[in-house]
């Protein structure tokens, strides 16, 4: 009867423990951009799965806190050309997302546990994958699953940090299962993917008008850029001109990061001189107007830039009448004022920060 009663009293302990810790279905997968290390909270990729961490952490604030529960995070690479670099790039990734839980909500080194694995999870080569664990035993799941193991069930390699000491330069290390602080990688004040890069539009590359510009991220969410060009062909000895020279700034709001929908404004400033067929036009125009545009990330370098604008742009000219090479002024200081779009731009952009 003794026996029956402690047997009756392991379970209801059994049954008390499972219910103090119903965690959730699933593990919490971030995800990062190829071989890049910076996390980016307020994209689509990672916002619903963020706020079901956070809300998870909240959840279990006071286990965390009183060190009955742990947060694992392990960082994945598989994407760099060598062992070593994807070791770096993994646990960098670890760190920014124990940088940024600890930032937001308000937990401690020690509720954390970091590691790094230099090898896909699940075929996802560049990821951070975060698990709840009560001390050193990985958490059953409300489903049966086990947590803290990648769902291919492939062991741990040599890359995981529990049992040796493992250096990635002079400012990580790795002491046993808990990572001392490290700096973020590239990490450029909050989010912002890049402070400077290099771009041409290419519609005027393909209108023979050369051009170059540069963006400056000032803020994560702010951008200045300023294009120019310049031009000067004729064709079929003169009977064809298309002369230009302009300059073409924009202040941009990044509504996402780090790329994705933007909105601003812009203006064109361009002295030229145009002979489609035997009228001149010599003179400037001036334009400006509200814009929105889409960055698309195409590699860790490069991006597309698509913008339209709309305003209202302002010319003024001289037109000159061309008859057997003789010039014959035809309007002197013709102004126009036209409302509506105010440019359009598909242009390459190629990340200066390495």
């Known amino acids: 009867m003794k026996r029956i009663f402690l047997l009756l009293l392991l379970a209801l302990a059994g049954v008390s423990a499972a219910a103090q810790y119903p965690m959730p279905a ?22 619903a799965e963020l706020r079901a961490l956070y809300g998870a952490i909240e959840l279990y604030a006071q286990d965390l806190r009183s060190g009955r529960l742990v947060l694992h995070i392990t960082g994945y690479c598989a994407s760099a050309s060598n062992t070593d670099r994807n070791n770096a790039v993994a646990l960098a990734r670890a760190n920014a997302l124990k940088s940024d ?11 954390i546990i970091v590691a790094a694995i230099a090898q896909a999870y699940n075929s996802s080569k560049d990821v951070a994958v975060a698990v709840f664990r009560v001390g050193n035993a990985t958490v059953q799941s409300a489903t049966g699953g086990q947590y803290g193991q990648p769902q291919d069930s492939r062991p741990p390699t040599t890359n995981t940090y529990g049992t040796q000491e493992q250096n990635f330069g002079k400012s990580q290390r790795v002491v046993g299962a808990f990572a001392l602080p490290v700096p973020p990688q590239r990490e450029l004040f909050g989010g912002a993917p890049y402070r400077f890069a290099l771009r041409t539009n290419m519609l005027y ?35 064809k001109i298309h002369k230009f020279t302009y300059v073409n700034p924009e202040l941009r709001w990044y509504l996402n990061l780090p790329v994705g929908l933007y909105v601003g404004v812009g203006g064109n400033y361009c002295d030229c ?49 061309v008859n057997a090479g ?7 200081d013709v102004s126009r004022k036209i409302p509506g779009p105010s440019q359009l731009t598909i242009a390459l952009s190629w990340k200066l920060d390495k």
């Not at 699933?26 to 916002?47: A, E, G, I």
């Not at 003789?326 to 002197?332: A, F, H, I, P, V």
């Open 101 to 111: 839980v600890v930032s937001k909500k308000g937990l401690q080194e020690q509720h």
């Open 26 to 47: 699933q593990t919490f997968v971030v995800r990062f951009l190829n071989q890049d290390t910076n996390l980016y909270p307020d994209t689509k990729m990672n916002q």
């Open 326 to 332: 003789q010039r014959t002024l035809e309007g002197s």
């Open 205 to 239: 590359d393909l209108a023979l008008m050369p051009n170059i510009g540069l963006e400056w991220r000032i803020t994560p969410k702010f951008g200045l850029k300023v294009d120019g060009g310049y031009s000067d062909w004729s064709f079929n000895n003169g009977e």
């Open 273 to 321: 001189t145009v002979k489609p067929k035997d009228i001149i036009y010599d003179g400037k125009f001036w334009n400006v107007g509200a814009i929105v545009g889409y960055q698309l990330w195409l590699s860790e370098r490069l991006t597309l830039d698509f913008n339209a604008g709309l305003g209202c742009t302002f010319l003024n000219y001289d037109t000159y009448k």
